[in-house]
C-alpha cells in the first residue's frame, strides 16, 4: 500500500449528498482488472456518453480533471461493497476525499489503499465546496501527521482519525504483516474455539 | 437473595456475539476470528491480490463461494456454452478455477443446490446463530436474521480473511429498532424495512449495528426476517441482527450444514445464551409502529425516497433544507416524474420479482398470490433466488400459475437486481423490482427503478402502473 503523509493539491467540489459506489464504478466495470483503465470508469455514465464522447462534469474539465482531493457532501460512498470504486477514484488520482459523513464498507476500502477518507462538518465541507466553485483550480493541502485540513482561502480545519488507521496510512502497512504477529494468539484462540464448537468444523454429509 | 458482588452488566447479543470472537487487540481495533467467509465472482479482485502477494488461503473449509452474480437465468442448460458474452463467462469461470485451486467449497453454476450468497448459505445451515460472518458484499447483512453478526467487506478486507481467517475491526454502535403489533393487510417484511429507511434514512445506521426487536419480528417468518436484515446496508448500517429464537431453530434443523444429535443440544445451548440481556443499553433506540406501516414504494434513487402507495410524489418547492430539496429535484428529473403525482399512477414497462431482498419461497407465494388474480401487461419476470427455491415453487404449482398469468419463469441468480450478467433496463425503462438498490443506473444505464414487496411487484405486473395491491386483494 502507498503511504499518505500530505498532499497539497487541486480539489473538486461534488455537491450531491449519497454518492453511491455505483455512480463511482458502475456494475458492469467490476470485471475489470486493477489497473490505469479505472481512470476513465470513474462517474463512468455521468462522464461519458453511450458512444464514449465526454459529458458536461466537473471532472472532465480544466482544472478538476487534475483534482486529487474531492470535497462531497453527506453519505459518500453508499451502497455496494465493490473495492473497485475506490480503485476508479485512486486511478483518477484522487488521494483524499472530505467529507460531513463515509458510508463505512467504502471509508474502511479507502484506508486499505492509501486513499484518506476526511471528516469534516457540513458546514465546513459545505463552505470549502463554496470556495472551490468561487476559484476553481484552488489547491486544499492535508496533512495526516498534523491532522489538519488547509482551505483554499488558507483556514485551517482539524480532523479525527483513529490511531492505527493514521499510522497505517503514514507508513504504508497493510494489515496483513501486523496480523502474522499475533499468530500464536490466534493459534489458541482457534484451538479452544474449535473445541467448544465442534459443529462447526463437521462435515456437511 | 443477595445480588452477586460483581454482577455483569447486561449485555447486547452484539456485545456477546463480538465478545466471542476477539483474539487480540492492538491499539483500539480488535482483531476478530472470522467464521465464515462468504464469495461470489466479484471476489476475483480478492484472489488476485492474494496471489499476488504469494499467499494461499488458511481456511479454506470455511469459505463458500457462490456462483449467481455472473450467471445467465435463462438457457441453462446449455452451462457455459449458454453465456454469449466472453467477459462473463469468464467471471463465472475464474471464480470455478480460484475455488478449485484455493480448495474453497463452491455452490458452482451447475450445482443443483446453486442460487445467491444471501440466499443458500441459510438454506444450507451454513449460517447459524452466534457466528461471525464476512461476506465479500454489502447485503451480507441479511444472515443477522439467525442472530450471527454478519457485514459485507472489500477486496482488501476479504483477502486478509482469507489468508487469515481474521479481520480487524473497531466496535461498532449499537442501535435497537423497536417495531411492536401486528402490520396491517398486505404489508410485508419489505414494507417495514422501507418504511425504516424512509423514517430513519440512509445514512441513519451508519457507524451502527442495528438490531430489530419487538413482537412484530417474533412473529414473523425467517425469510421476513431475511428480507429485513438484508436492507440493514441500505439505512446505512452494515449489519442487522434479529435474536434466535424457536422459528431460528426449526428453520436450521436438518439443514446440510446444522448441527446434529448431541452437538445439536451444544449449539442449542450456546444459541438460547444470546439475546440481548434485559436492560441491556443501545447506543440509540428507535421505535415504529406496525400499524402505521402501508405498501411502500420509493419514487427516488435512494432506498430513502420512498411513501406509502397512497402518497404522491414530492415537491422539491415544499422542501426546507435546500440540500434535500436539490437531491429530491434531481431524483425526481432522473426518474421522469411530476412533482405531485401519485404514486399509483406511475406507468411501468417491467417487473422484476427476484435478488436476495425477496426471492425465497415465501416472496413467490405471496407474489404468486396476485398473479393469480389476473395476466401481466408488462414483461415481468420471476427469478427464484436458489435452485431449491425454484423446485419448491414448482413442486406447489406457483410456476404455472406465473406462467398462466403471462410472467417469465426463470433461473437463479442476481439478475435484474445489479444488471451484470446481461439482464438488464435499456436507458429510460421503468422497472417495479423487489430488489433493494434504486440507484441510478443500478438495473442498466439509464434504468428506473422503483423498490416494491414481491405481492405489490405482482400487482404492478397485472395494472401494468404501481397499485396498492390490497385494493386488488381485496376485490378478489
Ligand atoms: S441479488 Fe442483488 S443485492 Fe443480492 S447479492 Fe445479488 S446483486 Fe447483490
Redesign the interface.
Known sequence: MHAFTTLSAVAAPI????V?T??LC???F??V??GPAYARILFH?QRFN?DGSEKEHILNAEPFNRAQIIVA???WG???????A?YALYEFGIRCVIAP??????S??CY??GLLPVVLSESECEAIRKQLRESPGATIQVDLAAQTVIDAKGQTHRFEI???RK?CLLEGL???A???Q?RE??GA??AR?REE??????A?? | MNPPLNPTPPLTMLDKIWNRHVIAEDGGELLLHVDRALIHEGASHAFIKLELEGRTVARPKQVFAFNDHYVPTSGRDQGLAGIANAEIRNMVIQLQTNAAKHGVTLFGMDDPRQGILHIVPPEQGITQPALLICGADSHTATHGAFGCLAFGIGASDMMHVMATQTLWQRRQQSMRITIEGEPGFGVSPKDIILAIIAHIGVDGGTGHIIEYAGSTFRNMSMEGRMTVCNMSIEAGARAGMIAPDEKTYAYLHDRPYAPKGAHWDAAMALWQTLPSDAGAVFNREVSLRAADIAPMVTWGTNPQQGAPITGVVPNPRDIQDPIVAQETASAIDYQALTPGMALSEIAIDKVFIGSCTNSRIEDLRAAAAVARLGKAMVPSWVVPGSQLVKRQAEQEGLDAVFKAAGFEWRDPGCSLCTAINGDQLQPGERCASTSNRNFKGRQGTGGRTHLVSPAMAAAAALKGRLTDVRALLKNA
Open positions: 455537491d450531491e449528498p449519497n453511491d455505483n455512480q458502475p456494475t458492469r467490476n470485471k482488472p486493477r455514465d453511450a457532501d453527506r453519505n453508499s451502497g455496494s461493497s465493490r473495492e473497485s475506490v459523513s463515509f458510508a463505512d464498507i467504502h474502511n476500502n486499505k489503499n483513529h490511531p492505527v499510522k497493510d494489515d496483513i501486523r496480523t502474522l499475533y494468539a490466534f484462540f482457534e474455539y464448537r465442534p459443529w462447526l468444523y463437521s456437511s454429509t
